[in-house]
């Protein structure tokens, strides 16, 4: 039996905290090759600089890395091919009018297998984090630790 199915977040995109001042959340399909839903079993993938983007009507999944699963008889194993999202029309209207009207931008937030075996992912909408701004958010965190642990 399989213990991976339906297990919630199989693996989340903690750097999108840092950079991003996240807005709202979305959750689409990802249309995959056979291959690529057993290497990301296999936990041979990276988010990396990940991010989406519209082709046409389409909205894609860029720069996320699915490493070539070993046992796979597939001689085009793009590595970094964009891939397309499945989401419903009024959903992908409404994230193209974050886009444009607020300059804000979606990237995975978290890859997850659902309980019929199929790959997911969350999609967050935010705006960049200027390093100031991160700098500013991590102060407030640890002053807000001080004041804590002075309370006890």
């Given at each position: 039996?399989n213990t991976?199915k339906?297990?919630g977040v199989?693996?989340?995109?903690k750097?999108?905290?840092?950079?991003f001042?996240?807005?709202?959340?979305?959750e689409?399909g990802?249309?995959?090759?056979?291959?690529?839903?057993?290497?990301?079993?296999?936990r041979v993938?990276?988010?990396?600089?990940?991010?989406?983007?519209f082709?046409?009507?389409?909205?894609?999944?860029?720069?996320?890395?699915?490493?070539?699963?070993?046992?796979?008889?597939?001689?085009?194993?793009?590595?970094?091919?964009?891939?397309?999202?499945l989401?419903?029309?009024?959903?992908?209207n409404?994230i193209?009018?974050?886009?444009?009207?607020q300059?804000l931008?979606?990237?995975?937030?978290?890859?997850?297998?659902s309980?019929?075996?199929?790959?997911?992912?969350?999609?967050?909408i935010?705006?960049f984090r200027s390093?100031?701004g991160?700098?500013?958010?991590?102060?407030?965190?640890?002053?807000?630790?001080?004041i804590?642990?002075?309370?006890?």
């Amino acid at each position: 039996m399989n213990t991976q199915k339906g297990t919630g977040v199989f693996a989340a995109n903690k750097r999108i905290l840092h950079e991003f001042v996240l807005q709202e959340e979305f959750e689409a399909g990802v249309e995959l090759q056979g291959w690529e839903v057993k290497a990301i079993r296999a936990r041979v993938f990276a988010f990396g600089d990940s991010y989406c983007r519209f082709y046409g009507s389409d909205l894609r999944l860029v720069q996320m890395s699915i490493g070539p699963y070993k046992f796979a008889n597939v001689s085009d194993k793009d590595v970094k091919r964009s891939r397309r999202l499945l989401l419903h029309r009024r959903e992908l209207n409404r994230i193209a009018a974050f886009i444009s009207q607020q300059g804000l931008t979606v990237v995975p937030a978290a890859l997850i297998i659902s309980d019929r075996g199929l790959v997911k992912v969350t999609l967050a909408i935010g705006r960049f984090r200027s390093t100031k701004g991160s700098r500013d958010s991590f102060e407030r965190k640890r002053v807000q630790v001080e004041i804590r642990r002075y309370v006890r």
